[in-house]
């Protein structure tokens, strides 16, 4: 089994940062890319960024120039930094990750729980 834990969620004011982490864990071969989505209550889950096994990045544009993807490969933790917050991006936050478990050939993908993130304005 393959487990991912997110962490950092919060509350914080507009204008202000936060940053995520998210920790992949269990029987995993390889990892390939890793990223961030994202719920707001009555909308779909949306891709806000990804980061690939190279270190390719690709972000939603609404957030880029505010948020970073990075990840620790050694680890397998994949991590958000989120500044100049604004109340749009209020939402739960999941980390996704594709993998190869132990003993099979194909690759999977796997989720967080999700983490809360709510900005005040």
């Known amino acids: 089994q393959v487990q991912l834990v997110e962490s950092g969620g919060g509350l914080v004011q507009a204008g202000g940062s936060l940053r995520l982490s998210c920790a992949a864990s269990g029987s995993i071969r390889s990892m390939n890319a890793m990223g961030w989505y994202r719920q707001a209550a009555g909308k779909q889950r949306e891709l806000v960024a990804v980061i690939s096994s190279d270190g390719r990045t690709n972000y939603a544009g609404s957030v880029k120039g505010r948020f970073s993807i990075s990840r620790d490969n050694a680890n397998l933790t994949v991590y958000l930094q989120m500044n100049s917050l604004k109340p749009e991006d209020t939402a739960v936050y999941y980390c996704?990750?594709?993998?190869?478990?132990?003993?099979?050939?194909?690759?999977?993908?796997?989720w967080g729980q999700g983490t809360q993130v709510t900005v005040s304005s």
């Open positions: 996704n990750g594709e993998g190869v478990v132990i003993g099979s050939l194909f690759y999977k993908s796997f």
